[in-house]
Structure formats: structure tokens, C-alpha cells
């Protein structure tokens, strides 16, 4: 199982990017994937999940800006991420669990993770 992410970069705050996590050895519709995101002296935390079914769910801190979404063709995991702002500073992470619902999954059930990409806001 390998996970690839990609798209990230520097941007002006009220900017748009979207990451891409491209996934191998691994079927994106059967499980619960993530995304995650850490900044220097911050613990790591969960931007937005998606279950097997589709459904998503995502932190406050992000609701209505940022976007997850899966292309079952492509096996590939999205966020699309708008409106950004210099606090969505960070390193993100994809990662696939072994689970098909997300739902007060612990980190330690994400069992795959990627390398991560940087995306830096500047105000």
C-alpha cells in the first residue's frame, strides 16, 4: 500500500488549493479515508474524514471552506481546500484505515499514512 500526496504549496490567505493523495495497493470505496494536518508544536489533528458510503465529516475549524472528496476511477482522495487562512498553515497527511466508517476512529486505526504536503498561507 503506498499513498502519494501532492498539490501543495504557497499561497496568498483567501487562496485555493487542492491536494491530491493518490493511492496504490489500496481500494479508496472500501474504507474510511483522511486527511490530516500538523504544524510545528501542534499535535497532529483530523481536517475531514469519508466513510466507505460516501459520508463525510469534517472539523469545525474547516466547515464550509474545505472540501474531501474521492474519484473511484483514478483511486485518488481530494481536499479541496477555499477561503484559506495563515492558521491552515501545516503539513497534511493522508491516511486509509482498515475500517469502513470513520466514526471515532483513533488515529492508531489509520494504518497508512502518506509522506505529506506543505501548504503555507501568508497573510
Known amino acids: 500500500v503506498q499513498l502519494v500526496e501532492s498539490g501543495g504549496g504557497s499561497v496568498q490567505a483567501g487562496g485555493s488549493l487542492r491536494l491530491s493523495c493518490a493511492n496504490s495497493?489500496?481500494?479508496?470505496?472500501?474504507?474510511?479515508l483522511g486527511w490530516f494536518r500538523q504544524s510545528p508544536g501542534k499535535e497532529r489533528e483530523k481536517v475531514a474524514d469519508?466513510?466507505?458510503?460516501?459520508?463525510?465529516k469534517y472539523a469545525d475549524s474547516v466547515k464550509g471552506r474545505f472540501a474531501i472528496s474521492r474519484d473511484n476511477a483514478e483511486n485518488t482522495l481530494y481536499l479541496q481546500m477555499n477561503s484559506l487562512k495563515p492558521e491552515d498553515t501545516a503539513m497534511y497527511y493522508c491516511?486509509?484505515?482498515?475500517?469502513?466508517?470513520?466514526?471515532?476512529?483513533?488515529?492508531?486505526?489509520?494504518?497508512?499514512w502518506g509522506q505529506g504536503t506543505q501548504v503555507t498561507v501568508s497573510s
Open positions: 469519508i466513510d466507505s458510503d460516501g459520508t463525510t
Open positions: 495497493g489500496y481500494t479508496v470505496t472500501n474504507y474510511c
Open positions: 491516511a486509509a484505515s482498515g475500517f469502513n466508517a470513520c466514526w471515532r476512529l483513533p488515529f492508531g486505526d489509520y494504518h497508512y
